[in-house]
């Protein structure tokens, strides 16, 4: 656990170490209106360790809160695990556009289909064999009433492009009557889908 809560003004633009190994640099953190949601940062990966510790080399990754041991004098700041425990951490992550998530940076956010209308928001993950395979969504009203579906769906990882992360959302490669098509949509949704 960390020594102190560091603000992550305080923390953004440090570059992080392990020891002597420097994994990367604190590029931000999620905007979420509850900042007790925010368990993790986000960090430039440095590609040799991305190389070394990732099963597939990912440039931005999360950085868990809990992980930061103190600030050095120098400004860097020191991680109170190893470079194993931090792998571990990267192995349960969420990849969307090259890009690793935890999965508590992807709860809440909007879910909108290639055309800006939004769809619901995430509540959940779907996860099978250690691997998250989707999101469990809850829909808005209006996208019930339009396309005929349940208070909650999944929607496969493979369905969304790409992240904002300003505005907090994450958005569909396609228009959503597309996304209905999918047959992994059609899969991820069957009552025999096999989950954890």
């Keep these: 656990m960390a020594d102190k809560e560091y603000n992550i003004q305080e923390l953004v633009h440090r570059d992080v170490y392990v020891n002597d190994k420097k994994v990367g640099t604190i590029v931000g953190e999620r905007h979420h209106p509850n900042e007790a949601r925010v368990q993790s940062m986000r960090i430039q990966v440095e590609s040799d360790v991305a190389d070394e510790y990732m099963r597939k080399p990912a440039e931005l990754a999360p950085l868990p809160k809990e992980l930061v041991h103190s600030i050095q004098t120098d400004g860097t700041v020191k991680l109170s ?17 090259e890009k690793l998530y935890a999965p508590d940076e992807m709860l809440d956010r909007a879910v909108l289909d290639n055309q800006g209308r939004e769809v619901g928001v995430i509540t959940g993950m779907v996860k099978v064999k250690r691997t998250y395979k989707g999101f469990i969504v809850k829909t808005r009203l209006h996208a019930q009433k339009q396309y005929g579906i349940d208070e909650n769906i999944r929607i496969p990882l493979t369905a969304f492009s790409r992240t904002r992360e300003r505005l907090d959302e994450i958005v569909l490669s396609r228009t959503f ?7 992994s949509y059609i899969a991820i949704n069957d009552s025999n889908f096999d989950e954890e």
Excluded: Y
Excluded at 81 to 97: C, F, G, V, Y
Excluded at 177 to 183: E, G, K, W
């Design 81 to 97: 695990k190893s470079m194993r425990e931090l792998q571990r951490r990267w192995r349960n992550t969420i990849r969307i556009d």
């Design 177 to 183: 009557d597309r996304v209905l098509q999918l047959p």
